[in-house]
């Protein structure tokens, strides 16, 4: 799998978020094709698809920024494999290379959120050295 940052919008990167998302939960919210553009033109935002040698995207995973007086502060968000392509290493891969890039982004620690019925997912980030850490998250629906 060949890892590539997205800047520009194209359909055929359109259609692989389109049909990704849902794949990572039912309900996602899905972009319109101005939002999607915005998210890549955007400087705090570092959008990547993993694709294979066919060029079939088959991974996604965003990277977001912002500073704040304590430091830089990175997530890794967003991330998913092809139903098709899941078991392969494919997620590690793509996890390393979120590690290695968010270094080069000049911050101390990466962080990222994960449902707990993504056994899978947990069990990767928890190999790489993802500490889970208790913290009450909360969320207030705007909409």
Do not use: C
């Not at 955007?42 to 990547?48: R, Y």
């Not at 979120?98 to 080069?104: F, T, V």
Request: hydrophobic share 40%; no cysteine.
């Amino acid at each position: 799998m060949k890892i590539k940052r997205i800047k520009l919008f194209s359909l055929r990167v359109y259609e692989a978020v389109l049909r990704l998302l849902p794949q990572l939960a039912h309900d996602a919210e899905l972009p319109t094709k101005d939002y999607l553009e915005r998210v890549l033109t955007s400087e705090n935002n570092h959008f990547f698809i993993g694709e294979l040698d066919d060029k079939r995207i088959v991974a996604m995973l965003t990277i977001g920024t912002y500073n704040i007086p304590t430091g830089t502060k990175v997530w890794i968000e967003d991330v998913v494999v092809d139903e098709s392509q899941r078991g392969k290493g494919f997620g590690e891969e793509l996890m390393l290379f979120a590690i290695d890039y968010s270094k080069s982004l000049g911050t101390g620690s990466v962080s990222l959120t994960s449902r707990p019925s993504r056994i899978a997912a947990n069990r990767l980030y928890q190999k790489l050295g993802f500490v889970q850490y208790e913290t009450n998250v909360y969320k207030y629906l705007l909409k």
